[in-house]
């Protein structure tokens, strides 16, 4: 008789909402000094890729380790992604009050732009913690080949972190870090439906 594998109830529900909130008051902490947030985010997602694959989360010391390797690269890509978010963000606040021209069209094509750059930063992410929290050269360069492939993830992956940007907007700054570790959780579950690959005939 095959085993039927038990439903997950109430509490397991429960517990695995409580560890992704804890996960992203933990980068919330961790990313306090500002350049910090790409090693934090890439140790939060290595923790994430391990939970999907061991079923538990990484140990502390793990963890902690895995910051400080991501540290050296991290900071450079905090530093460009913070830029390039300030950059957008003044482009927005410009179009949305009028002080450039374009009006509607320019402010929606801006904001699906922004959409669109943020799922991508959002599977980078997710590809670096497949990698053990390293690696942000090479999982940039693996997910522009990958992204025109599966413009369908991309897209989804935009819409996540777009509904996560506009609703960290909106509710009580304390619930800010609840809703990166969900969307997080959310972009590690999206890019874990991959296409089998055909069996090779030969």
Known sequence: ???????????????????????GFAVALAALPVLTLAPALATASAA???????GSWPDARTSLARFGRALPAGLAVSAVALAAVALLT?????LATGRVPGGGPALALTAVVVAVLLGYAGLVTVAVGRS???????????VARTCPQRPGVWAAASGIC??????????????????GGYALAALHALDARRPV??????
């Not at 994430?48 to 061991?54: K, W």
């Not at 003044?90 to 410009?94: G, N, Q, S």
């Open 90 to 94: 003044a482009d927005l606040l410009a």
């Open 132 to 142: 053990g929290g390293r690696g942000w050269q090479s999982a940039a360069r693996k």
């Open 1 to 23: 008789m095959t085993a039927v594998p038990a439903r997950a109830d109430w509490r397991d529900t429960l517990r695995e909402a409580t560890d992704l909130a804890l996960l």
């Open 197 to 202: 690959p055909a069996p090779d005939p030969t």
């Open 48 to 54: 994430l890729h391990d939970r999907s694959v061991t």
């Open 162 to 179: 777009a509904l996560a940007v506009l609703l960290g907007v909106l509710v009580t700054p304390v619930a800010v870090p609840i809703l």
